[in-house]
């Protein structure tokens, strides 16, 4: 609703993204994946049916508490916006999650050229995991169901690391369990273990941690940043 109220005042949703991160004051660009109006649609497995059913709009889908089958965008070859492109190939590091899956982190691979960009990247890829279900969405996922499904969508080649956390210490809110770490993702070699739990919200990762951990695989894999 902020950034929808900036755009009106200056006139166009690129603008409004600038403009939010300088009221913000936002370290580094916030940009959006594309400029043009898309719909994020998903088909939903509902309990005690038999039949899908065709749901839109980012908040509606968690609220149907069905099983989320395929998600897709209308239109589906909006165009990524340029300086997204631009920042992907010449990034050195690329952080998927952690966030929604279906809601969230699938919304922007989907845009048309900004996975294939990914993809062009020299960058190290990281994916982080998410620490707790979301209800709506990954009730009951392991780490190894999240990388399951963002690679039905992306490929089993994209990232080079699946950051995951292992510490399940803490009472986490009624309708959220612990994403466990299965033994699929354990034998996976490109999975790194750590504490990322934030002590006082267990169901959130803990910033410094998280921090820490990513640059830390970072300058394992390709040495520190200049």
Same mark, same amino acid.
């Given at each position: 609703?902020?950034?929808?109220?900036?755009?009106?005042?200056?006139?166009?949703?690129?603008?409004?993204?600038?403009?939010?991160?300088?009221?913000?004051?936002?370290?580094?660009?916030?940009?959006?994946?594309?400029?043009?109006?898309?719909?994020?649609?998903?088909?939903?497995?509902?309990?005690?049916?038999? %039949?899908?059913?065709?749901? =839109? #709009? !980012?908040?509606?889908?968690?609220?149907?508490?069905?099983? +989320? /089958?395929?998600?897709?965008?209308?239109?589906?070859?909006?165009?990524?916006?340029?300086?997204?492109?631009?920042?992907?190939?010449?990034?050195?590091?690329?952080?998927?999650?952690?966030?929604?899956?279906?809601?969230?982190?699938?919304?922007?691979?989907?845009?048309?050229?900004?996975?294939?960009?990914?993809?062009?990247?020299?960058?190290?890829?990281?994916?982080?995991? %998410?620490?707790?279900?979301? =209800? #709506? !969405?990954?009730?009951?996922?392991?780490?190894?169901?999240? +990388? /399951?499904?963002?690679?039905?969508?992306?490929?089993?080649?994209?990232?080079?690391?699946?950051?995951?956390?292992?510490?399940?210490?803490?009472?986490?809110?009624?309708?959220?369990?612990?994403?466990?770490?299965?033994?699929?993702?354990?034998?996976?070699?490109?999975?790194?273990?750590?504490?990322?739990?934030?002590?006082?919200?267990?169901?959130?990762?803990?910033?410094?941690?998280?921090?820490?951990?990513?640059?830390?695989?970072?300058?394992?894999?390709?040495?520190?940043?200049?």
């Amino acid at each position: 609703m902020f950034i929808t109220a900036l755009a009106d005042i200056t006139g166009s949703f690129e603008d409004a993204i600038v403009e939010s991160g300088r009221v913000l004051s936002v370290n580094g660009r916030v940009l959006p994946s594309t400029l043009h109006d898309v719909k994020l649609v998903a088909s939903l497995e509902l309990p005690h049916s038999l %039949n899908e059913v065709r749901v =839109e #709009g !980012e908040s509606r889908i968690p609220e149907m508490a069905g099983r +989320v /089958r395929r998600v897709w965008l209308e239109p589906d070859n909006a165009p990524a916006f340029p300086p997204v492109i631009k920042a992907l190939l010449s990034a050195d590091l690329i952080v998927v999650g952690p966030g929604s899956l279906y809601t969230s982190i699938l919304p922007n691979l989907l845009v048309h050229d900004l996975l294939s960009s990914m993809r062009a990247s020299r960058a190290a890829k990281i994916y982080v995991c %998410n620490i707790a279900t979301q =209800e #709506g !969405e990954t009730d009951t996922f392991s780490t190894y169901d999240h +990388v /399951r499904v963002l690679e039905g969508y992306v490929g089993d080649d994209l990232f080079d690391v699946i950051l995951c956390n292992d510490n399940f210490d803490g009472a986490l809110n009624s309708s959220s369990v612990w994403v466990r770490v299965d033994e699929k993702t354990r034998s996976d070699e490109r999975t790194y273990l750590t504490d990322l739990v934030n002590d006082a919200h267990p169901w959130r990762h803990d910033s410094v941690k998280l921090a820490q951990s990513i640059m830390d695989i970072f300058n394992e894999r390709t040495g520190p940043l200049a």
